[in-house]
Structures are given as C-alpha cells and as structure tokens.
C-alpha cells in the first residue's frame, strides 16, 4: 500500500478508497481481480468455485460451481458461496461488505460484514432466500461489494499472523441434522396435493348428492306406486264385498 500512486495517498486519518486506490490495491492484495469490478470506490467480489446449500433437514449440498456453471436457490434455503478473488489484506486496511442490490431485488439477503486488516484468503458469503421464487447464482457472477478503509496506522492486532497460510475452506456450521423437516417449496407442494384432494372429493360429494336426489325420487316414486297399488287392492276388495251383498 505504501506504492499507491501519488496524490491518492490516504494518510490524513481513515479514508476510503477511490477507483485509482482500489486498482492498485487490488494488483498487490487480490488475486484474481478484474478491473471491470471495481466501481467509483468499492469493489465487486464474483462467485468461485465452491457453492455449500443447506437443506432444509441440515444436510450440506456440495456443488462446483465451476462444473456446473449456475446453481438455484430454493425459497427458505441457505447456500454459502467461496468468492473468485483471494484477498491479502495489510494490517492497516479494513472493508466493508454488503450484498449487491441486484441479488436483494429477487430476495436474497446477507446481514453484511466486515473484512479485518490482515484477513488472508477467500470470502464466504453466507446468502438466504426469502423470496417466494428460485434465485439462480452463476460462476464469477459479483455477488458482493466491498469498500476499503485505509485506516491512519497498522492494527497491533491483525485477524492473521505473518505467514500464516490463506484460508480457502468455509467453517463448519452449526447446524444439526433434523429429519422431516420440510421447506416452503416442499410443503407448498404438500399444500396444492391436499387442495387437490379436496377438490376432487367435493366433486364426488356433489355426484353424490345428485345420486342421492335420484335414489330418493325413485323412492318416492317407489313408495307412491306401493300406495297406489295398496289403494287400488282395497277398493277392489271393498266393491267386492259391495257386490255380495
């Protein structure tokens, strides 16, 4: 950092970085780095390789990105997503992460974060889906911005200690294993096949009903015909005794 060009030195306290400051920054500190991601005074990290879903039940889906070219996030899961870039940075610079708006617009989210001066390797962006639809999430695609701070003096406290090896694997998360639990999209499906059968039974309910109106009228149809039938055996009968007297 002490090389950046003059007349974008930042030494008068924390100050943030500009275009000119993050590109030559980013030719030290991020490998992989394009310079169509750097913005007016952020940078957008893209996707790399390794794309972690968890299931609704706990259970990690392992995905490469880089093979698959494109990955959907389902309503309600979660995915934590490695970013191309590896980054290196001094102990007097911090960042400052946030999910890019296009990302937020189909209902992803990321509560955000910091990146600690001498953070070595890769970010792990954890990403929800809350929407009600698939987001689909491609390789190298920017998924996060990050605005760097020169900060006035070096951290006696650095996230990583000179020498110390990058880190490019995700922490394990906590996350226990739970069987039968389902997600919105798996119990919308659960929902539509019950809606289905309700609606198939309020169809037989109602042929039933017309089944039942024709068996009563044939009842009664039935029964007026045994009455008939009943009047007319009397009155033969009654003009039978008539006729012996």
Not at 79 to 92: Q, R, S
Not at 95 to 120: C, E, M, N, V
Not at 201 to 209: F, G, T, Y
Not at 211 to 216: A, N, P, Q
């Amino acid at each position: 950092m002490d090389n950046l060009k003059e007349g974008h030195e930042l030494s008068c306290g924390d100050q943030t970085m500009m275009y000119e400051d993050i590109r030559d920054f980013a030719q030290q500190c991020i490998e992989n780095f394009d310079e169509r991601c750097i913005g007016p005074d952020s940078y957008d990290a893209r996707a790399g390789k390794l794309v972690i879903i968890y299931k609704f039940d706990g259970r990690p889906q392992v995905i490469d990105l880089e093979k698959t070219h494109s990955v959907e996030l389902e309503p309600g899961e979660m995915a934590i997503v490695e970013t191309y870039e590896l980054f290196k940075i001094p102990h007097d610079v911090t960042g400052y992460i946030w999910l890019r708006g296009a990302l937020q617009r189909q209902g992803l989210s990321f509560t955000g974060g910091g990146l600690d001066p001498g953070y070595k390797g890769r970010l792990f962006i954890c990403l929800y889906n809350h929407g009600m639809w698939r987001v689909s999430l491609s390789y190298k695609q920017p998924i996060v911005s990050i605005r760097f701070i020169k900060m006035h003096r070096k951290t006696s406290h650095p996230y990583m200690p000179e020498g110390a090896e990058p880190i490019c694997r995700p922490p394990e998360p906590l996350l226990i294993p739970i069987e039968g639990i389902k997600g919105p999209v798996e119990l919308a499906k659960r929902l539509r096949a019950i809606e289905n059968k309700c609606e198939n039974l309020a169809a037989q309910i109602k042929d039933l009903r017309k089944d039942y109106g024709r068996l009563f009228k044939l009842l009664v149809s039935s029964v007026l015909l045994l009455a008939l039938s009943a009047v007319s055996t009397l009155v033969t009968v009654i003009l039978g005794i008539i006729g012996i007297f």
